[in-house]
């Protein structure tokens, strides 16, 4: 399937993994880029030096267009802009912000930019900034989350910019990329699919609940923080959602409720206090597969249904 995604990136399939915090490592990000995709190692709030070395690993394991995410409110933000100059990445992803202050320096450095948007006019903006395409991410995503669906913002971005638009939030498999492109996206980016697949080097019981999970065993916490997250439905996130609701937790004691929960959840399995970031479509996921097995599969699912 040849978009105008697959040109821009030089990959064999319009498929990218999306840049999880504390999922995605260069393991992953290796093989999904090998499997004819494009991979993303998370940047989060990881020291430099740290996501220098997940860099040349991942270099070590393919020689395949491979990016790194970037989350514009943390604290490392400027140096790992640099750093992704410095080790001559062929993409970049944002998101939590407005990266125009580096696009320019990107650009010039030959990275392609593509910002990850909840709204049109942050597309809008991110256009006008330079960016190469965009990723329209629903609400139906993992992690932190706008409030608009996928099938209403993927149509209403198509329409709004000139640039490639990449599908986010709810897409598991051919059905969801077809879905997409028939919403005129030219590409998808997906999450939560990749905790369930055999490279994927989180905690095993991580992995047991996206595939054990049902159509309803997601949550939306943390609304009132200004930083809404979506969960596998736990213990401990229904304790935060119903704290936040009846005002049991002011945000201050919910904030020090989640500090580390993520990565309670992805090294440590921890379900008393981890937060499972996952999305909605994960009561779709039932097996481990390779990364290999699972980018073939959507595409080749995708070019069924659109009969390519």
Not at 202 to 226: C, M, N, Q, W
Not at 243 to 254: M, Q
């Amino acid at each position: 399937m040849k978009t105008r995604i697959t040109e821009l990136l030089g990959c064999e399939y319009p498929i990218i993994q999306g840049g999880m915090a504390w999922v995605a490592e260069h393991t992953l990000a290796a093989a999904v880029s090998n499997a004819g995709g494009i991979g993303l190692i998370a940047g989060g709030s990881a020291p430099i030096d740290y996501l220098r070395e997940q860099i040349r690993l991942c270099k070590e394991k393919t020689d395949k267009p491979f990016g790194v995410n970037i989350m514009l409110m943390s604290p490392n933000a400027d140096d790992l802009a640099q750093l992704v100059i410095d080790e001559k990445l062929a993409l970049v992803t944002t998101g939590a912000g407005n990266p125009g202050k580096y696009v320019a320096a990107w650009k010039e450095a030959g990275i392609k930019v593509i910002p990850v948007v909840p709204s049109v006019a942050l597309a809008k903006r991110m256009e006008k900034s330079g960016a190469d395409a965009v990723i329209a991410e629903g609400t139906e995503s993992g992690g932190h989350i706008g409030e608009n669906t996928t099938m209403c913002l993927v149509p209403q971005v198509v329409d709004a910019v000139e640039i490639p638009v990449i599908a986010a939030g709810g897409i598991a498999d051919g059905r969801g990329m077809a879905a997409s492109f028939m919403l005129g996206a030219e590409g998808v980016q997906i999450g939560t699919r990749f905790l369930a697949s055999e490279e994927c080097q989180i905690h095993p019981t991580f992995k047991e609940l996206v595939i054990g999970a049902k159509d309803t065993d997601s949550i939306v916490t943390g609304r009132y923080t200004g930083h809404p997250c979506r969960n596998v439905k736990t213990k401990f996130a229904k304790k935060l959602a119903m704290g936040e609701k009846d005002g049991t937790l002011t945000p201050d004691e919910f904030e020090n409720l989640t500090l580390g929960a993520l990565r309670r959840a992805v090294v440590d399995g921890d379900v008393d206090s981890g937060s499972f970031l996952c999305g909605a479509i994960a009561g779709m996921i039932n097996e481990i597969k390779s990364c290999a097995d699972i980018v073939k599969e959507i595409n080749d699912g995708a070019e069924k249904l659109l009969k390519l």
